[in-house]
Structures are given as C-alpha cells and as structure tokens.
C-alpha cells in the first residue's frame, strides 16, 4: 500500500508539485529563454532516461509529491512521450499530470496525449502576429494555434496560454490574446520575465512589470480578483474580465514581493538534479544514485533533505546570474 505523507518544508510550505524537464533541447529560440545559435546540448546519456525519471517519480510520491508537469526544453521534440506519459499517469499516488509545450508540434499529439493520460496543458504564445512571434520565438504562429485548437478538441481539463511580457516587443498583443482566449474560453497567464536564462535581452530594459499591464488592461474592463478560486498549482493571481469574459492570471515573480511565500514546487532538471527552487542555485544529485546500485528509499532521502534545504525565496532581485540555461532546469 502506497504510504503518502504530506511533504512540507522548513518553512510549512506544503510541497507536493514536481516540475519535470525531460530534454534541455528545443525547436524554438526564445529572445528570452536561449541565446540565439545556441546548439549546446547535453549528451544523450547525461540526460535521463524515461525509466530513470519514473523511478524518480515513485520515489516522489512517497515523499508527498501529487502534482507532476512535465516540461523542458520542449517536450515535444523527445520521442516516445505518449508512452512515457502512459507510464507516469498509472504509478500510484500520480493525481495530477500537466504539460507545458510551446505547441509547434501539438496539433497530432494532443489526442493521443490526452488518452495517454495528461490532464492538463500550458502553451506558451507571446504573440499573435506572425511577425512578432518569430521575432520572440524564431519560430511560426500558425502551427501553435493549430496545437490550442486541437488540445481545446482533445478534452483537457484545462488549457491556459502563458505570455511571457517584453516591453518594447509585445506590449501591443496582450489585448488580442485576451481576445483571443477569450474567445476560446481559455485562461491566459502574462509571467514577468526573470533572469532565467544567459541571453542578453534580460534587461531592466526589456522589464514590463504585471502591474503596469493590469492599468493597460483597466482601461478597457474591470479586473475583478478570483481570489476564491485556485486555478492552478502555482502562486499566480487570476482575474475575471466581465464584460470580455476573459480569465486572466498574472505571475509576477520579481515584483509581486509575496510570491515565494505560496510556493509548493520542485524541479526535476533533464539531467537528474533536483533543484528546490528556480532562483536559488542549490541542486540535488539523483542521477548518480539512478546509476548504481540503489533503492527506492535512497532516492526519498534525497527529497527529503532537498525539502530540507528549499530556500524561503528566490534571489532575482540580487543581480542573480544564472548558471545554466533555464531549458536544462525546466520552466
Ligand atoms: N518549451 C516549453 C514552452 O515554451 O512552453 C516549455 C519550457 S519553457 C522554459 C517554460 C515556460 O518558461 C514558458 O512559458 C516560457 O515562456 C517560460 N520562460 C522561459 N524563459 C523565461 C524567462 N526568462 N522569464 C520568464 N519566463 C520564461
Ligand atoms: Fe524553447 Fe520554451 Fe525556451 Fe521558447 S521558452 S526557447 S519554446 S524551451
């Protein structure tokens, strides 16, 4: 019988979400995210193998884990991702399975996806012109929107867009993806950018905080807060448009100075280190356990001292310098 304890951490925050990055590769270029050119994989065998992640997985639960999203990179780019999501939805104790794509390569996959078992899906969309979204991206609109209105089709339990905010970039197609979630009846998510990444546009320049896009979005409707209604794992703020009918989330993790405080999330990173938290450089070992002769317990230990050892909050406002990309940790 499964032995789930509730995992809280120093601080009594209740941890029980694991954000796994199964690949640090990518089929996109994001100003934000990867520097452009940059082709620096890690080998094949320094990344996990499926088998690897959901022995993780089973060590996790025990530890309290419920909640699992499986990220990258972009997770689509790695084969066989139905059959692993199969696998990961029937351990026990997995309760919830979320995946977050930048969709290029959704619109086949959201149905085998959504009888593999995921339950829920973030897509990333900075933007609707085609212009500015291979400006941001390098990539193409068209097959992103194709991926939303498949996994709208394929019966998910929840769709949300996720927009990452560029002042000087995208300022002018935040009310159209309200618009156009809206029309979709999808919630959409605007995230403050953090310094996550080696690019160089991470600039106090390139900054549009959350507050100054919710003033941009009162002068058109109201902002009423959903503070009742939990809509997601993390510690987002939704609001409801009423006469757009939109549902709108901010994740202001550099100016909402409250935010750390509700965090109930670890990382898996595509090379088997577990990392407390996203703005802390910490990590945890696992994969030289994975590799030798171990037990499931051995595995558990280390969640334990990593909930141990989860800092009270992230440090990007001290002039934080990320050591590593964020696709090699996972969104
Ligand atoms: N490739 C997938 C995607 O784009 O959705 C999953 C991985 S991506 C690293 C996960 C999320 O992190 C995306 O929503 C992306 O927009 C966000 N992200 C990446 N770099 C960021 C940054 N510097 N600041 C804020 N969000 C960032
Ligand atoms: Fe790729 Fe996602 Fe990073 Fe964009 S945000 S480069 S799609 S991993």
Redesign the pocket.
Known sequence: MLNQTPSFDTLGRRVDYLRI?ITDR?N?R?L??MPEGFSDWKPRGEILAYEEILETVQAAVQVGFKKFRV?????LVRNDVVSFIERLSKIPGVETIGM????TRLAPLAKPLREAGLQTI???L?ALTPEVYRQITHGEVQPVIEGIKAAIAAGFKSVKL???LIRGMNEHEIWPLICFAAEHQITIRF???????L?EM?TEKNFLPAGEVMEQIRGKDELIPLNEVRLGHGPARYFKLPQTEATVGF?G?ITNLHFCESCNKMRLTADGKIRPCLGNHGELDLRDILRRDHSLDDLVHVFRQALHEKPPEHVFRDNYQPQRI??AI??
């Open positions: 990055s990518c996109e994001c934000y995210c990220t990258g990179g972009e997770p977050t794509t930048n969709a973030n897509i990333s900075d996720n927009t990452v995230i403050e950018l953090m310094p996550v990444s690019s991470l994740i993790a964020m696709t996972g969104g």
